[in-house]
């Protein structure tokens, strides 16, 4: 099964290491694949790694997936064990991938996936703010692409670039990446913005790709990470609790599983294909 998913979104502040991590721990709740998940943090300021593993101070971890991808240690090696209650582990980040970012190398994360893959249920890489390096290696081994962006009619416009990149690693370096759609964030439950926002987004990748769902705005979300929880674990009757919850459960898994069943039909078909040539 494809189970490797990209958080991406190049502008900052779109709730994206929030998503990724929520739905880790989401999918180790409410998934039946299975219950371990891993986190690979390929964002040098690293807020997924801290949030995680409980290091608030900042402090940069011993092993990291820099070191990873320098081939300094293996990636099994890398892996760290978190904090949260659910089955998730951790490769963590270091300010150190900058140094990566300046290079022209997209395909080494892929590698590194490829090691892992077996071992987990599901693979979540969240990425810079960026459409550089480190993002497009994310993309490059993931098969497929979500993107959290806030509910705010400035943030449409420039996913048009997100999008553009996602195709062009489609063409150039794999194949079977897909997006799995657009989530929208940090709704402000006052306001009315909503229906303009889904009309441009759909506008820009289609109807079909933008979840039903909306996260709203919700002080539990804030606090959870600070107290080195899931959304869930830390209050699961709140507000931002039941909307990734019903997301995960109602959109998220159901997308996938028509997307893993097209896929499966899609390589099917080219075999035969390409046994009738031969």
């Known amino acids: 099964m494809s189970n490797i998913i990209a958080v991406v979104n190049h502008k900052g502040g779109t709730g994206k290491t929030t998503t990724a991590i929520n739905l880790a721990a989401g999918l180790t709740r409410y998934s039946d694949v299975t219950s371990s998940c891993l986190v690979i943090d390929m964002d040098p300021h690293g807020s997924a790694t801290s949030t995680l593993l409980g290091k608030l101070d900042g402090e940069p971890p011993a092993r990291s997936i820099f070191d990873v991808l320098r081939r300094a240690i293996t990636p099994q090696d890398g ?54 390096v480190l993002t497009q290696n994310a993309l490059v081994a993931a098969d497929y692409a979500l993107i959290p962006t806030q509910c705010s009619g400035l943030a449409v416009p420039t996913l048009r670039q997100m999008k553009e990149l996602i ?100 390589k099917e078909a080219a075999e035969l294909a390409k046994e009738k040539e031969g």
């Open 167 to 266: 195709e062009k690693i489609q063409e150039r370096q794999n194949v079977w990446l897909r997006l799995l759609g657009v989530l929208i964030t940090q709704k402000d439950g006052r306001t009315p913005l909503q229906k303009p926002v889904r009309r441009e987004l759909g506008q820009v990748f289609g109807a079909a790709d933008v979840f039903k769902t909306i996260i709203t705005n919700n002080i539990k979300i804030e606090e959870a990470p600070a107290n080195s929880q899931s959304i869930y674990a830390y209050d699961s009757g709140c507000l931002g609790a039941s909307l990734y919850r019903d997301w995960i459960k109602k959109e998220f898994l159901k997308k996938h599983q028509k997307l893993e069943k097209k896929k499966v039909e899609t």
């Open 79 to 132: 892996v760290a064990s978190t904090i949260y209650d659910e089955n998730i582990d951790i490769l963590p980040a270091n300010p150190s991938l900058e140094s990566m970012a300046k290079t022209q190398i997209n395909d080494r994360l892929s590698k590194v996936v490829g090691s892992l893959a077996t071992s987990y249920g599901w693979i979540i890489i969240d990425t810079p703010p960026n459409l550089g």
